[in-house]
Structures are given as structure tokens and as C-alpha cells.
């Protein structure tokens, strides 16, 4: 596989070249890298998890650098196993150029893949590496640039009363949340009273069949006078106190509806 890319990194070639060798640049910028330790000026080892399409691993290997022409470039040697997911091995050649944005950075890949990874389309790969040379550019540029700039790279923290910024900061802070709840109260208003133009005539009507079948039930009719003084009794009486009870709830839960 090769692959070839220029980027763009508004620093100067010196520091450039310095994050090029410092290992903890690096591994905060290798997506997937979890060690990365340097042995000697030239050497370094490490460890990354990778993942291209359904094949994961992790993948222990060592970095050679050679052809050092500092500040201007280098190149990199490197080969990882990653078990039964297979090996990876390759050099890249890495230039720094001095542009009126900054340096451009010129790398070439030449690469070798076997095992299981060696199985997989070579389009899957391309398009993975592509990406994760995204990844190391985007993340490289913004950590020199926090190193340029600490304090906003840390959010610009302030201390208490060292200026008007934390106040202003909360003024706009409260406008938002003022804004936001009187955006949120006449929807949440309209949708009550859209709820309870739907609910309250159904739940009467269940109120008043519950109230017709209790009675029914008690009484044999729907109104005790109208019931036959000899008229032998439809349920127990502890069933009848258990109707009453429920049609009596039924009513207080529609009237505590209607007056909230």
C-alpha cells in the first residue's frame, strides 16, 4: 500500500520538528495508541489498538527513525504483530517545508500488510488509513497549537475576581436559561390544555358508566327506590362497600382533574 499527503500546520519548522520527536505528542495524536516510550534518540516502542473494518488487535511494535535532517525531515521506520490479526510494516518519509501560513509537512507511506488484514479489500484500507492519517494531522495541529497558546488551550480559567469576564459570562448564561424557559412554559401550557380538552369529557363518561354499573350492582336498578323491597340481593356487602368505595374515588379523581 502507498499512500502520499501534504498538510498544513501554522507553526514553525522548529516546532514542528520537536513535536515530530517528543512521545507524548505522539501518542496523544496516534488514534488508538496506548504506550509509546522512547529508548534513544532514534528508537522508540509501542503499543495501539487498531481497527480496520471487522478486524481488531493490538498491535506491539517499534519505530526506527533514520535520515535525520533536522528541522527538515526524516524517515520513519516501523513493523507491529498484531497476533493472529497479522503483521504491519512500513517507512515513511517525512519533509518540512517553511510557508508564509506555516510549515507543510510532505510524508509518503510505503506499507505492507499480512494476516487476516491482508484479506480484507484493498479499498477498506486505503479508506481506513486515509482516515486515521486525518485523525493524527487534525490532532497534531491542535496540539501544537495548545502548546503555543496554554492558557486558552486550558479554557483561559480565571481566578475569582480577576476581571468582569466570569460575570459577563454568567449574565449571558442566565439571558439564555431566561430565554429558554420562556420559550418552554407557553408550549408546555399548551400542551396541558390540549391534554385536558381530550381527557376530561372521556373520563367523565367512564365516571358516569362506572357510577350507573356500581349502582346496578348494588341495587338491582339504577336507583334504590326503584328497586322491589323483596328484591333478593345481588352481591355480598362487602362487595357493594368495595363498588362504593372505587365509584366514590373514581368521582374525586375527576373532580381534583377538573380543578387542577
Not at 117 to 141: E, N
Request: proline share 6%.
Amino acid at each position: 500500500m502507498e499512500m502520499s499527503g501534504q498538510q498544513l500546520i501554522p507553526a514553525t519548522k522548529e516546532e514542528v520538528w520537536a513535536a515530530l520527536n517528543d512521545p507524548d505528542v505522539l501518542k496523544v495524536c496516534i488514534p488508538g495508541c496506548q504506550e509509546l516510550t522512547k529508548s534513544s534518540d532514534t528508537e522508540m516502542a509501542a503499543v495501539a489498538v487498531m481497527k480496520v473494518g471487522p478486524v481488531k488487535a493490538r498491535f506491539q511494535g517499534a519505530v526506527t527513525l533514520s535520515d535525520l535532517d533536522p528541522p527538515n525531515g526524516y524517515k520513519i521506520t516501523g513493523e507491529g504483530q498484531g497476533g493472529v490479526a497479522g503483521f504491519a510494516k512500513g517507512i515513511a518519509v517525512v519533509k518540512l517545508s517553511a510557508t508564509g501560513g506555516g510549515t507543510v509537512l510532505d510524508y509518503t507511506v510505503d506499507a505492507q500488510i499480512g494476516g487476516k488484514l491482508s484479506q480484507l479489500g484493498g479499498r477498506l484500507i486505503d479508506v481506513t488509513a486515509k482516515q486515521m492519517a486525518g485523525q493524527f494531522f487534525k490532532r497534531f495541529a491542535g496540539e501544537i497549537q495548545a502548546r503555543q497558546n496554554p492558557q486558552e488551550a486550558a479554557g483561559a480559567v480565571q481566578p475569582a475576581g480577576a476581571g468582569p469576564a466570569p460575570v459577563q459570562a454568567r449574565a449571558v448564561s442566565s439571558r439564555r436559561e431566561a430565554s429558554t424557559m420562556a420559550v418552554a412554559q407557553p408550549s408546555a401550557k399548551a400542551g396541558v390544555a390540549a391534554g385536558s380538552s381530550v381527557s376530561w369529557p372521556v373520563l367523565a363518561l367512564v365516571v358516569f358508566a362506572s357510577v350507573l354499573v356500581a349502582l346496578w350492582a348494588v341495587y338491582g336498578g339504577l336507583l334504590p327506590s326503584l328497586a322491589p323491597a323483596d328484591a333478593p340481593a345481588r352481591i355480598s356487602p362487602d362487595l357493594a362497600s368495595i363498588a362504593q368505595l372505587i365509584m366514590a374515588a373514581a368521582i374525586g379523581y375527576l373532580f381534583g382533574r377538573i380543578s387542577n
